[in-house]
Each structure stands twice: as structure tokens, then as C-alpha cells.
């Protein structure tokens, strides 16, 4: 019986009113159309599911079910389901206990509410796809985007995709075969047991924070964003100061309580940011309307400042500098240092005749000198600071050094190491809450396999290698020194990710995407680099996948309390596939064993996980399993193994969806980040040359100037970034504007979670998607709220609905990120206003995408005004004829 026949039939409805109930339905029942099922069925099923009692309230039948909620969003909460005949009908979050500040509920947010709109949209893509005028001798390619589709089976589009890689390796070698997987590993494992391919690489999210911090001490772990104490010890904070950070957008989940539970015992707040957000009005903070990408110019002018201050009053820490950190001034420099050039000299102009005033810093950043001096006093070593950053700064060009500098500033008010004082970045699920994560998903038991090819592009090269058949190569670990290679790309493979639409240069990206010989693309919807493909395979939802588990590391998972646990919901919708049975069945079609790409199955994998899965006990420091397993338990799962004991039954874990660890204030899981070196440094020395926080630091500069895309000091120096403010003017000495005067930052925005969940409609109808622009540049551009306007940087265009506010400061526009772009192919204009379609491939210093470093102008559009996204139709393939 399929999906939509248990529908009807929990809804006890007649096939003829379902399909009238449901305007899509027909489509979908028949599975000869790309349209799908009704967006409406799962409300029309919820209703038709409850019965009302002699109370007058809802009674409802079924089993709740622990359901993924996998997004990267930065909250990645808890999810159930209810589930009547195999159908779902309703939707809840986290109820495992009694909600409380010190004891939270792991709450989904609004993308986590409407995940089932997402599960059973009408425009899941049902089976396998061919462009139709693609074919292995003549792809065709400048139709990709363009092209209408048909239908195949799932052994047409292997043997279409198994015959295209052969060719590519017969006749270019597997270096020509690209591999966008974003975080996915399934391909991975195919295409190198094939003979490998090349590998695409970025900063990501994290910006100049990806490595910077691992170079210069200041991390734990290798882990740049534990550097920041405990949510119990945010509270201890008078004041906290917040650099680029939006946690109510961005960091969705319990993260915002950490900052709300600090202001309710009495810090302050100031925030640093071009936009005051949500977050900044909850926390009635003080804000400082920074430019974008001018985050450096500021922290000099605040160095400075406190420099300034000292002489007056003594608020540096001297003793912390000098215990603690190497190359502040040139008593204290480091014995591999190349030059004697140290920070305080550089800040009070020595070397270049610029002293780095309030003044000097304001012309740059656009906070007034007065308001960083009187934030420089606030900074000094009395007062209980946590200086904190997200990196949405760091996602700027030439900003190599910022973490080096963030650690500096913190370093002279001496907020590291100790109780109410803290320095670093705090981001995603990490926001508010630093330390070792207290319960940690144990290991799937798949043995690795390497990639014999060892080429790996970088994000800021990706389109123009393809385009232009070379680039700079710096080693498997992206930051050995350069080696200029040649490349010819004949396929591209996009497993997961959709780098086409998150990776800067769109508009260069859609070229190379139609060069090529092949594109394929795993996909649940029509996204961009599905667009772009000749081939699509649909991919199921982690709904509708074996058992799993998120969490237990800190890195794009959950917060250090937790662990999300899910369970199959419903059997894959349609002819959809996970992507591991794609990889093995693909991988068949290559001449490869199944149990060679995969020796087990996902269902035994996440028993692995489980049975290896630790808790921290209530000493702080033993090291326990995490939950009990029985002979039942590893019946039911039908998987290999062994009964275990632990902290916590099976079955009660799948039961709350969550292994989360209980806190209470005084517990023995508070971080106080960096105390022990802190306190003793010689003792317990950071992974540096000299053991030390290094302000001065050779090895950081010789690893980006090996590189070769610009050059940076050991010692933070100011840098004009690509396409930052300077450059929006034709001559800065005279502050003459040039063509392009705004610049655009790219939010992220609770439609979305980064691109997923663009295309639903409850979020659509919720969030519009505008782009925001101050009073004064509306005005001068005869701007109306409401009115369409037109985005034109140098290398793209878009169209969006302007909201004019004064939240944005004159200057500077910010256009939500993560639109799925719609190119007007005619006149080269996007109409969804995706952020990456304004944004060039700009490789600099570390190779950081400087996704927050761009400029536009801006105007009224004169072409057909936008409507509601909520009211456009659903993105979907066109199918031959239509």
C-alpha cells in the first residue's frame, strides 16, 4: 500500500475526496507526474486523525516517534511525530522534562515545526530525471537550467552516470571527475575505491577561524570556538560585548536562553554589528553600528584606546601579556620571530607613521571615536568581560589575522582563564556555551578509504579552474605552500551540499556547471545544482532512513548537553534512495562490491554508534557508555552485537528523542576555557612555538604567505579588504563614491537553514525575504518600502523587495542568505535574490571566502514589480511537453 493510500485510509476518506481535498494529489497517486503529493494532506490527515471527547478535548490515536531534525541550522533540536497506519498527523518537540533555565528543553523552532511541510512537499523530486537534450556525446550544456526533463528508471541513470564516469577516467583520468559533497561521505567512498577523484575544499562557515586559531594557541582541542567558558559562567560576565552575532537567527534552539539568562543576572550587553537584530533588541543591548568587513580598523582603534587608557588608569594587563603571550611589544617577542615588529608598536604608528587612533579607526569602521574609547575603559582588566565573536567578520577577504587580534584585545584586559572572563568565537550550536561535550556519539566502524587523487580546490578557484584549467593547489591539508597545477573537470558529482548555491561566484558557477561533459546531482528538491544537472537521483529524508543519531562533537552537531536520537518514520516516499544505497548500487554498476564500499548497513553502523556512544558521569571526569543495550534491543534493530550495560536503557532514549545530560549550578561540568594554562603556562603550554598566546606569530604568517594569494605580518596589521568599504569608493582621499557605493552583507534568516527549507510555504509565508536598506539610501535612491529594487554588483544582479528600516546602517544593505537562484535567462537577473550571485571568487591570504566582503548599488526596478514568494508556484523540473 503507498504513503497516500494510508493516508486515505487513516483519514477514513474516499479516494475521490481525498484527491479533492488535495490539489496535487492526482499526480501523485498516479506517480506518472513531476507535481507530487497535496502540501495540504498532512493537515487534512491531523484533522480527520483527532476525535473530540465528552470534554470537549482532542483525543488522539497513534505512536509518537523520535523524527530527525537534521539542518545545519545551529540548533538541531528534538522532533517527534505522531504516527496513526503509518501516517503522520501530528508534530511536537522536546517533552522528555520539565522545562527549566538550568534544565532546558531541547524546543525546535519554527524550520523544526514545519519539517514535515518539508518531508511531504508537492515538489519532492519522485524518481530519477535526464535532461532531455543531454546525452553522453553531446551533453548540450548551455541548456542546463534551461531544459525540460524526463522521466527514467533508477537503471538508466546509473548505467547514464556509470558509462560518463567511465569515459572521464578512460580518457582524462580521475582527476577530471569533481566531487561536491559538502559535508556527505557516501560518494567519497565509491568514486575512491573507482580511483579517486578531486576534491573541493572551503573555510565554510568559520572564515579566517578555520585555522588561524590552531596556529597561534589560541584554542583547545584544535577547536577554535572553546575557547569561551560555560553557560553558568556567562551569567558571571558584567558585561558582555557581541561581535557579528545574531544566536536568535542563526543559532536557533536553547542558545538564546544562555544570553537571556546572563542579562537576567545583570550583565550588559553591547553589540557590534551592521544590523541590530533580534537578538540585540531581547538583550537591550547598547549598539555600535559597525561597517561591514571593518571589524580590524575598530579593534586597532580599541588597542589603541586602551593603551591610551592605561597610561591613565592602569586597565591593561600587563601581567597577562606578559605571562601568557608573546609579541605585544618588543620586550616579549618570540625566539623564531624574523623581525623585531611587535603589536603596540604597529598599533601607535612606528612603523608606518599611522598611528591606529579612535580616530584613524572611525573614518574606517563608522563607530564614533568617543564610543571606542568609552568601550575601551569597559574593556580594562577590573571589569568581567566576555569579548565574544561569531564569525560572520571572519567570512571577509583579507581578514587572515582577525582571530589573532580578537585573542589580542581580550589578552590585554586579561579575560581569559578565569571565572565572568572570556575571549573567542561562540557560534551555531557552540553560541553561549563553551567545553568538552558531555555525552559524544561513539564510531560507525567503517573503514576509511583513501582518495588515491590528491587535488582539492579551493572554493575562491573552483569555477575558474573549470573554466580555465588551472589552479593553485596547496596540498591535501589546503595549507601546505602553493603548487600550480593544471586540471581538466569533465564530470561534476554534487552528493549533498548544493555548492552551486552556496559557494561564492554563482554566476561564474553556472557557467562552469554548463561547460562540462556530465552533472549529476543527489537532490530532494529541484535546487540549484539540481537545475544545473543532467542527471538527478531523489534522495530520501532522514525520516525515511534507518535509526540515527546527532551530536557528541561540537562541530556542525549540537550543543555539549546533548545528543539527538531519531528513528525511521515512514519507508522512503516514491522511488527515492538514501545516498549510501546510490554509492553501492552505483558503485555495482562500476564493477565494484557492494561490501567493499560499505561492509555493514546503516542500521548496523548506528548501533556501532550507539554502543560506543560515552557520557560524562557527575564527578566531571569518568568516562561511561552512555546507554544500555539488551538482547531484545539488538533483536529488534536485527544487527550484530553484544548487550551492554548503561547510564541510559535503549529504548528510553529513543522514547525522549534525546540523551541529554542534566546541569544544575555548582555541577562538575562548568569550563572555565584556557584556566589551566591560564594559571600555570609554563606548565601546561598551548601547540605553539613558543608555548604561548602568539600575538607575534612567524608560523601563521610563513603558512599564508606560502600560499601565495597575498601576504600577511606575523602580527595583526590592517589589510583594505577585497571589495570592503575603501574599495566602494573611486578615490578614497577624497571620498569620491564609486560605481558600486553599498555594501552587502547576507544575514541568516529564519526562513531558512542556510538554503534548506527555502521552498516551503509556511516559512515562505512567514518570512518574506526582502532586502533590508536604511531610511537614508532608500531616500536617496527614491526608494518606497515595498517597492521592487534592483541589486547590481560586478558580477551579478538580482531583484528583491526592499524593506527600509532604520535597524541597517546608511551604507550597507543585507540580503538574507541561502535564496535558491532563479536566473532570468534573457536579461541575466536573479529573481529570488540569492546572496552568491553578487558575491566574485576573490582568493586571498588564507583562502577565505569573503562571503560578507561585496558591493552593490542599488535602485527602483522598472521591470514587473515581485510578488509574495509565498505565492509563486513550487520550483519544480519541467517535464517534456510542458
Not at 586579561?414 to 556519539?441: D, F, Q, W
Request: some cysteine.
Amino acid at each position: 500500500m503507498s504513503y497516500l493510500d494510508r493516508v486515505q485510509q487513516a483519514t477514513q476518506m474516499s479516494r475521490r475526496g481525498f484527491v479533492a481535498t488535495t490539489a496535487a494529489a492526482t499526480a501523485a497517486l498516479a506517480a506518472t507526474s513531476l507535481a507530487g503529493c497535496s502540501t495540504n494532506k498532512v493537515e487534512k490527515t491531523e484533522e480527520a486523525a483527532v476525535t473530540t471527547g465528552s470534554d470537549g478535548r482532542d483525543i488522539i490515536s497513534g505512536e509518537w516517534k523520535a523524527a530527525a531534525c537534521w539542518h545545519n541550522c545551529g540548533g538541531r533540536c528534538v522532533n517527534k511525530v505522531l504516527v496513526k497506519d503509518g501516517v503522520v498527523v501530528r508534530q511536537k518537540t522536546d517533552d522528555s522534562h520539565e522545562d527549566s533555565a538550568d534544565y532546558p528543553q531541547q524546543r525546535s523552532c519554527l524550520r523544526g515545526h514545519a519539517q514535515r511541510k518539508q518531508v511531504f512537499a508537492a515538489d519532492r523530486l519522485k524518481y530519477p530525471m535526464k535532461r532531455k537534450n543531454w546525452s553522453p556525446d553531446n551533453p548540450n550544456g548551455d541548456l542546463r537550467g534551461i531544459d525540460e526533463w524526463e522521466r527514467i528508471s533508477w537503471d538508466e541513470a546509473y548505467k547514464y552516470i556509470a558509462d560518463g564516469l567511465q569515459k572521464a577516467k578512460e580518457q582524462y583520468g580521475n582527476r577530471s571527475i569533481l566531487l561536491l559533497k559538502g559535508w556527505n561521505s557516501e560518494l567519497t567512498r565509491t568514486l575512491g575505491l573507482f580511483g579517486g577523484f578531486t576534491n573541493f575544499w572551503d573555510t565554510n562557515s568559520y572564515g579566517s577561524w578555520d585555522k588561524c586559531p590552531n596556529i597561534i594557541g589560541f584554542n583547545v582541542n584544535k577547536t577554535p570556538d572553546q575557547t569561551i567558558n560555560d553557560r553558568y559562567d556567562l551569567r558571571n560576565c558584567e558585561t558582555i560585548v557581541m561581535m557579528a552575532m545574531n544566536p536568535a537567527w542563526s543559532a536557533a534552539g536553547s542558545q538564546m536562553l544562555n544570553y537571556l539568562e546572563a542579562k537576567k543576572a545583570g550583565a550588559k550587553f553591547i553589540y557590534i554589528d551592521p544590523m541590530y537584530c533580534e537578538s540585540a533588541a531581547a538583550l537591550d543591548a547598547e549598539w555600535l553600528p559597525i561597517r561591514p568587513a571593518t571589524d580590524m580598523p575598530f579593534m586597532f582603534g580599541l588597542a589603541y584606546a586602551m593603551l591610551e587608557q592605561d597610561d591613565k588608569e592602569g586597565i591593561i594587563d600587563w601581567d597577562f601579556l606578559n605571562k601568557c603571550t608573546v609579541g605585544f611589544d618588543a620586550d616579549h617577542m618570540p625566539a623564531d620571530a624574523k623581525d623585531n615588529k611587535n603589536f603596540k608598536d604597529y598599533v601607535m604608528g612606528t612603523y608606518d607613521g599611522t598611528p591606529k587612533t579612535p580616530e584613524w579607526a572611525s573614518e574606517i569602521c563608522g563607530i564614533e571615536a568617543d564610543a571606542i574609547r568609552k568601550l575601551a575603559v569597559t574593556m580594562g582588566k577590573k571589569n568581567k568581560v566576555a569579548f565574544l565573536s561569531s564569525a560572520a567578520n571572519a567570512r571577509v577577504n583579507n581578514v587572515d589575522s582577525l582571530p589573532q587580534l580578537v585573542m589580542t584585545i581580550g589578552a590585554m584586559g586579561g579575560h581569559m582563564g578565569k571565572s565572568g572572563h572570556m575571549t573567542g568565537t561562540t557560534m551555531h550550536c557552540t553560541s553561549g556555551n563553551g567545553g568538552y561535550a558531555l555525552v559524544t556519539n561513539g564510531k560507525d566502524g567503517l573503514p576509511k578509504i583513501e582518495n588515491p587523487v590528491d587535488d582539492a580546490i579551493n572554493g575562491n578557484e573552483i569555477w575558474d579552474a573549470i573554466l580555465n584549467g588551472h589552479y593553485k593547489f596547496t596540498g591535501t591539508g589546503h595549507y601546505d605552500p602553493a603548487e600550480q597545477r593544471d586540471i581538466d573537470i569533465h564530470v561534476i558529482y554534487s552528493n549533498g551540499g548544493n555548492k552551486l548555491q552556496t559557494n561564492v561566484g554563482m554566476a561564474k558557477g553556472i557557467e562552469a556547471f554548463r561547460k562540462v561533459d556530465m552533472v549529476v546531482s543527489h537532490a530532494q528538491f529541484y535546487t540549484t545544482s539540481a537545475r544545473y544537472s543532467d542527471i538527478v537521483l531523489p534522495i530520501s529524508t532522514e525520516w525515511e532512513r534507518a535509526h540515527g543519531l546527532i551530536g557528541g562533537n561540537l562541530v556542525h552537531k549540537s550543543n555539549r548537553e546533548m545528543v539527538q536520537a531519531y528513528e525511521r518514520i515512514i519507508d522512503p516516499l516514491f522511488e527515492s534512495k538514501s545516498d549510501q544505497d546510490i554509492a553501492c548500487e552505483l558503485g555495482e554498476k562500476l564493477g565494484l562490491k557492494k561490501e567493499d564500499i560499505y561492509p555493514f548497513d546503516a542500521e548496523q553502523q548506528f548501533f556501532n554508534v550507539l554502543t560506543s556512544m560515552k557520557v560524562i558521569d557527575a564527578d566531571g571526569k569518568t568516562e561511561k557508555n552512555a546507554v544500555k543495550v539488551t538482547d531484545d534491543d539488538i533483536k529488534a534493530l536485527g544487527v550484530d552485537g553484544s548487550a551492554q550495560d548503561g547510564e541510559l536503557e535503549y529504548t528510553e532514549l529513543m522514547k525522549r528523542g534525546v540523551y541529554q545530560v542534566e546541569r544544575h549550578v555548582g555541577d562538575n561540568y562548568g569550563y572555565i576555557a584556557l584556566e589551566d594554562f591560564c594559571k600555570d603556562p609554563e606548565k601546561n603550554p598551548v601547540d605553539t612555538p613558543s608555548g604561548k598566546l602568539e600575538i607575534y606569530s612567524q608560523s601563521w604568517a610563513d603558512m599564508v604567505n606560502a600560499i601565495g594569494w597575498s601576504t600577511i605580518e606575523p602580527i595583526p596589521t590592517y589589510i583594505p579588504v577585497a571589495n570592503g568599504y575603501e574599495s566602494s569608493f573611486a578615490d578614497w582621499g577624497s571620498k569620491t563614491p564609486g560605481e558600486y557605493p553599498l555594501q552587502v552583507i547576507n544575514p541568516h534568516y529564519l526562513r531558512r537553514a542556510h538554503t534548506a527549507f527555502d521552498n516551503v510555504s509556511w516559512l515562505r509565508e512567514a518570512w518574506t525575504n526582502p532586502v533590508f536598506i536604511s531610511r537614508e539610501d532608500a531616500a536617496a535612491a527614491g526608494i518606497a518600502d515595498g517597492d521592487t529594487v534592483l541589486l547590481t554588483s560586478p558580477v551579478g544582479k538580482c531583484v528583491r523587495p526592499a524593506t527600509v528600516t532604520a535597524r541597517v546602517r546608511p551604507g550597507v544593505v543585507a540580503l538574507p542568505h541561502g535564496a535558491w537562484v532563479q536566473v532570468d535567462e534573457e536579461t541575466g537577473i536573479d529573481q529570488a535574490g540569492a546572496d552568491n550571485y553578487l558575491i566574485a571568487q576573490t582568493p586571498t591570504g588564507a583562502a577565505v571566502s569573503g562571503y560578507n566582503s561585496a558591493l552593490c548599488k542599488i535602485e527602483k526596478y522598472t521591470g514587473t514589480a515581485l510578488g509574495a514568494d509565498a505565492d509563486l508556484p513550487a520550483r519544480m523540473p519541467l517535464k517534456d511537453g510542458e
